[in-house]
């Protein structure tokens, strides 16, 4: 029997070598080479490890995986940037009727269309009932297939049955897991319940991952507009959509909540039609088309959304107060900063706000979170209160600070820009703000006050 050399092994690179050197032959440091016997039972440990999970420089990270492929609805994609991702979940919210399976059917039929195989789950209506929908949509590509189930296994067996890369699940309220299923957790409880969407949500994440499917859940939201089922969903997801708009009116607008590869701040912009939903190309005349000029309390603003400018109508109405209380209301703004720019108005601009009900809105179901809408909201209000209209052709943009100076905003370029293109031609601007356009009148402003009184707002009922 041959004697086994004793081994060296070099304490900077790891290598081992049959004999000592002085040198490390493998990475050429010197004196780092030492008997293997000699190293203590925890180092001898680290070479049975299995090295897979360790830290790698993140740089040499493969990327190409992660990329975004496009589905083909565009819209849809611009909220994406791009697309989806193999392998992630997508979590789509909205209300009832708002066009949640009709949005998924046209992205999957886009899909299907263009070579891929992609499987609608459908969980709430009938194969039937979603064949007789795709009709009014168009063509029904042969690669889109359908499965009417509401049992998560089987979901996952035509998964890996038949390989589709984009799965949708319509509604993860309304899947559950079968407890007769062998092997299976059981969850507690009926469709719907936390701990079914839980588990439910589990599975298809793993099944996702696992299989590098696309997959997007379609997620019911309860009357105060949150996700229905679990708050922890939305963590467990890689992004999350909501799809909103008013059920009364053809726009919808779909935006990414919470998005792990790319910004949130897209909004993408779809009016409800006869054959399902297309995408609006003019959003600000449409935003625009129905606004009575002439009447105090109304202003546009040139707001920013993602890389999208909107022209915006904001709305004011004030009222003798009602209660004993003034009320403050609401829609799509920032509550408190209405409750600033009112005490502002009051007292920098002279205009009595402690003692009047004050309502406030953005048109066309658009939400508004920026400061730069500030100024514009200042003006809606103080046209109210004073019962004196704006001019049609007037726009307003510009942040208000708590000492009533008005301050610059980004994307100045891009708001002016949009606003000569739909024919407005001035807009109140902060003193700072370099020339726009031509054909367009900046009126700057280093006050709200100032602004008040330019336009004769100050005189009070
Ligand atoms: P739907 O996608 O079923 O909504 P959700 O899945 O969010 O509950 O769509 C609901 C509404 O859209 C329904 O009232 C009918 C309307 N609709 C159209 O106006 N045009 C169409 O082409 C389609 C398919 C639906
Ligand atoms: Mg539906």
Do not use: Y
Not at 35 to 47: F, M
Not at 236 to 243: I, K, Y
Not at 314 to 331: D, E, N, T
Request: overall charge negative.
């Amino acid at each position: 029997m041959a004697k086994t050399a004793k081994r060296h092994k070099c304490l900077d690179c790891g290598a081992t070598s049959a004999r000592w050197a002085g040198r490390c032959p493998s990475c050429g440091e010197w004196n780092t080479l030492v008997e293997e016997a000699s190293l203590g039972p925890l180092v001898r440990a680290v070479d049975e490890l299995d090295l897979s999970g360790m830290p790698v420089p993140l740089a040499s990270v493969d990327v190409s995986e992660a990329a975004a492929i496009p589905t083909g609805v565009d819209e849809f994609d611009r909220v994406l940037s791009g697309g989806l991702v193999p392998g992630s979940v997508t979590l789509l919210g909205g209300e009832p009727g708002i066009g949640k399976s009709t949005l998924l059917l046209q992205v999957l039929a886009a899909r299907a269309a263009a070579g891929h195989r992609v499987l609608l789950v459908s969980a709430e209506e009938s194969a039937h009932q979603v064949r007789l929908r795709a009709e009014r949509l168009g063509p029904v590509p042969p690669g889109l297939l359908i499965l009417s189930t509401t049992d998560v296994a089987a979901v996952i067996a035509s998964v890996v049955e038949a390989a589709p890369d984009l799965l949708v699940v319509d509604s993860i309220q309304a899947v559950a897991v079968g407890e007769a299923v062998p092997g299976q957790r059981r969850a507690s409880g009926v469709p719907g319940s936390v701990g079914q969407v839980n588990e439910c949500a589990d599975q298809l994440i793993g099944l996702a991952k696992a299989r590098q499917v696309a997959t997007v859940l379609v997620g019911h939201v309860t009357k105060d507009g949150t996700l229905a089922g679990p708050r922890a969903l939305e963590h467990m997801v890689d992004t999350v959509l909501s799809f909103e708009g008013d059920r009364h009116h053809a726009l919808r607008l779909l935006q990414a909540v919470k998005h792990r590869f790319g910004p949130t701040g897209e909004l993408g912009l779809f009016e409800m039609g006869d054959q399902g939903l297309n995408r609006v190309d003019d959003p600000g005349r449409l935003l625009l088309g129905d606004r009575l000029t002439g009447v105090p309390g109304g202003i546009v603003l040139p707001a920013l959304q993602g890389r999208r400018t909107l022209m915006v109508e904001l709305q004011a109405l004030v009222a003798p107060m009602g209660q004993a209380q003034p009320k403050r209301s609401v829609v799509g703004l920032d509550a408190s900063r209405l409750v600033m720019t009112l005490a502002v108005l009051d007292r920098h601009a002279g205009l009595p706000m402690a003692s009047v009900d004050v309502f406030a809105s953005v048109v066309g179901g658009i939400k508004v979170g920026e400061p730069a809408a500030d100024l514009a909201l200042a003006l809606a209000v103080a046209s109210a209160a004073t019962g004196t209209a704006l001019p049609a052709d007037l726009a307003a943009v510009g942040e208000v600070g708590l000492a009533g100076e008005v301050r610059q905003v980004v994307g100045i370029p891009r708001r002016l820009e949009e606003s000569v293109r739909l024919g407005f031609r001035r807009v109140v601007v902060p003193a700072s703000t370099p020339d726009g356009p031509s054909g367009l009148e900046l009126i700057r402003v280093d006050t709200v006050a100032e602004a008040v009184t330019r336009f004769g707002l100050h005189s009070g009922r």
